[in-house]
């Protein structure tokens, strides 16, 4: 039982503790900068938000059509909506799990399939993420020596992707006797079903580029909001990097985390005041994570009330050990 609850609590904690603290350092600069909010570009984000998660459901879709799996646009939305919904309240990402057993559930997908699904998706989106930084570096001649470990970060993501798919090209010739090494190559297989035709590629590439693209003009109508004249390609880079160290699993949903990448990027590449920068990051990320966490109320009510149960099942089982939960 502690078990459970230091693994969800403690991670909140950090998270919470990096907001308290950016606010209190920053406090009297922000109450300014709120003085001269345009409210009319935070409809705007929220408009994008809500268009990038429906395109996000689209894609998944044509993931899982990928694999033989013929569900609405409607569902694969909701799917998304309710794992990022969890991994908003737990770390490491556990909440993608909650999505493999939705899938099990009304459509009777193996577990190795709503993997090899999930798995798609994150391919995509990070070198999705990883090509945008890579075209933004070279609007920005002069990146200061401490951000640098990302351009290294950008160009192995890149690298390694690229590799990836080599590998899968290849790998459909591998056969085993192992049960084990057999199961990882099935999931390999489907993963190559789903993405590795030309028309996959061109449909979750283009797509994956679209849904980075309004994540990125989610940011820049927050910016416009504060009057801030940042550069279009140091909000690309700004949000690439947030989101590298977002998928390092520190905070739930890379809360905190996530706000300090963003701001420094804007203070030390742009020169916006450090008050405002914060503030930008934090109402950026507070509009995504709100849409996401309302989309996922919805969704729940959508999918039917077996879902609550299901998650419970699925992170207990997670954060103990495989055990089952307590009634």
Known sequence: MYRKISAILIPSLIAVGIIVYMLYRVWAELLIALQ??????????????????????????????????????????????????????????????????????DYQTTYSEGISSLVVERVFDIIAI???????????????ADLKVYIFIIVAILAIGLAFFIFLIFVGELTTTNKYVRYILTMLDE???????????????????????LDILVTYSVATMFEQQIPFAVIVLAIVFGNLVKAVPITPG??????????????????VTYAVAFLIAFIDDLIKNLVTLAGGVVSI???????????????WSKLDGGKKPDA
């Open 301 to 315: 009510y959508y999918l039917g009330d077996w879902v609550i149960p299901t998650i419970k099942s699925a992170l």
């Open 130 to 144: 990883a090509m945008l930084g890579a075209v933004s570096l070279f609007f920005i001649p002069n990146i200061p």
């Open 191 to 213: 993963i190559r079903r789903a993405s590795l035709s030309l028309r996959s590629i061109l449909i979750l590439g283009v797509s994956s580029l679209i849904i980075w693209m």
């Open 36 to 105: 001269h909010i345009v409210p009319i570009y935070l409809g705007l984000g929220i408009i994008i938000c809500l268009s990038a998660w429906w395109l996000r459901g689209w894609r998944y879709n044509r993931i899982l059509l990928g694999l033989n799996y013929r569900v609405g646009v409607t569902f694969s939305t909701a799917c998304v909506f309710v794992s990022q919904t969890v991994n908003l309240i737990v770390p490491a990402r556990l909440g993608d799990f909650v999505r493999i057993f939705i899938l099990k559930h």
């Open 254 to 271: 890379g809360i905190g985390t996530y706000e300090i990448a963003v701001a420094t990027t804007f203070y030390e590449i742009a020169g």
